[in-house]
Structure formats: structure tokens, C-alpha cells
């Protein structure tokens, strides 16, 4: 509207802006263009009284100061809350993954333990197998070679302890 020269306000919307727009004179009447806008009348009247009186003029400005202020904390307040729950929850999140990798640890720690525990344990099932089949070995080895000394024949001896003639062969005194 300031463009327009001579320019009259056709809406209420329009009204406001000119009026918000343009430097108003309090010592000087409303604009006639304005006059017939109760609203806009009640407005001026007020900016009348208050810019009139420097303690409701100041009162004023420090009613505003401390509402900007209050926003302002009330802002900062919100971040630093915000700020701390990202905080948590990424500390709660980091603390989880730290114990989930832990116990993940853990159980391979415990299965490469069964594991060698099952190999210790098959290892000495291995040795009594063996010790065993040497002790049975030396069992007959004894057998055979006291057979022998009895004088029994090689056959005899193959038919008594159920095992082939040539092992009879290979432990011949």
C-alpha cells in the first residue's frame, strides 16, 4: 500500500497493516482513512496512554524484557533437556552394546572351553583305550610265552586264547 499513492485501505487486514505501517503522531488525531475501525481506535488509544507516561512506558518495556527472557530460558531449558536424554540414551545404548559384546565374548569363551574339555576328555578316553589294548597285549603276550613253557603247540595255544597262529609266531621265545 505504501507504493500506491494515495492509497485507501480496503479490507480490515489492510487497515492494520497501514496502521502498523506508518509512524503514528500521538498528539495528533487518528488517521481519518482509519477512523471508522473501533478495533484500530481502541489500539490507538492505548499507544496513546502508555507512550504518554514514561513509568507505564518502562513498565512496559520490562514486562517484554522479562518475557523474552522467559522464552529464552524456557528454550535453553528444552535443549539442555533434549541435549541430556540424547546423552542417556546414547550412553544407555553404547552401555547395552558394551554388554551384549561382553556376553557374546563370554560364550565363546565357554564353548571354546566345552570344546577343549570335550577334546581333553576324548584324548583320555583315547589313552585308557589304548593303555588298555597294551595291557591286554601284554596280557597275552604273557599267556602265549607261559603256553610255551608248558609246552603247548602253537595250535593249541591259537584255539585256547582265540587269536590267528602267526601272532603266536611273532612273540616265540
Known sequence: MNKKTNAIPETELEEWSYFIGNIQDNDAPL?????????IQ?????????TKDDRLREQYRLHEEFLRV???ERELSKKLKQDY???T???KKE????????KEKETALKEKETALKEKETTLKEKETALKE??????????????M?????SPEEIAEILNIPISRIMKTRL
Open 70 to 72: 522467559q522464552s529464552t
Open 89 to 91: 540414551n546414547a550412553y
Open 133 to 146: 589294548k597294551e595291557a591286554a597285549i601284554e596280557l597275552t603276550n604273557k599267556s602265549i610265552a607261559f
Open 85 to 87: 536424554l540424547f546423552t
Open 95 to 102: 552401555k547395552e552394546e558394551r554388554k551384549a559384546a561382553l
Open 148 to 152: 610255551q613253557k608248558k609246552g603247548s
Open 42 to 50: 481502541e489500539v490507538y488509544k492505548m499507544l496513546k496512554t502508555f
Open 31 to 39: 488517521d481519518s482513512v482509519l477512523n471508522h475501525n473501533t478495533a
